[in-house]
């Protein structure tokens, strides 16, 4: 094992829980204001998800009194303090984009 091998995965968080394209996450992120800092949560589907390694990300959709919000969030990154999956999605596709032309709120069947 090489020296950036080494270091890379010195870098990665152990305690990500496995999640996949469809499923309805609640992400805890680290949010300073001023002095203080507080943990604000983000919950919502899981459209993508990118790359592999320590520069893994992915892609948070949630609708907010009837706008479309979305967040990439990388899983390695110190400021993502928890994951927590809520409802495991079942899809048949690994990038949901169609749902940013969904005016209705979808429902995506439940995986056992």
Do not use: C, H, W
């Not at 270091?7 to 152990?14: A, G, R």
């Not at 919950?43 to 948070?60: C, D, L, P, R």
């Not at 959709?61 to 990154?77: A, D, W, Y």
């Amino acid at each position: 094992m090489n020296i950036v091998d080494k270091i890379t995965k010195s870098q990665m968080k152990p305690d990500v829980p496995e999640f996949r394209v469809g499923d309805t996450v609640k992400v805890g992120v680290r949010i300073i204001e001023g002095k203080r800092e507080r943990v604000q949560y983000f919950e919502g589907i899981v459209i993508a998800i990118k790359n592999s390694g320590i520069a893994k990300n992915f892609t948070v959709r949630s609708t907010s009194s009837g706008v479309g919000v979305e967040r990439l969030f990388p899983i390695n990154s110190p400021k993502v303090e928890t994951i927590e999956v809520i409802r495991k999605g079942k899809v048949r596709r690994a990038k949901l984009n169609y749902l940013r032309d969904m005016v209705k709120q979808v429902k995506i069947k439940e995986r056992k």
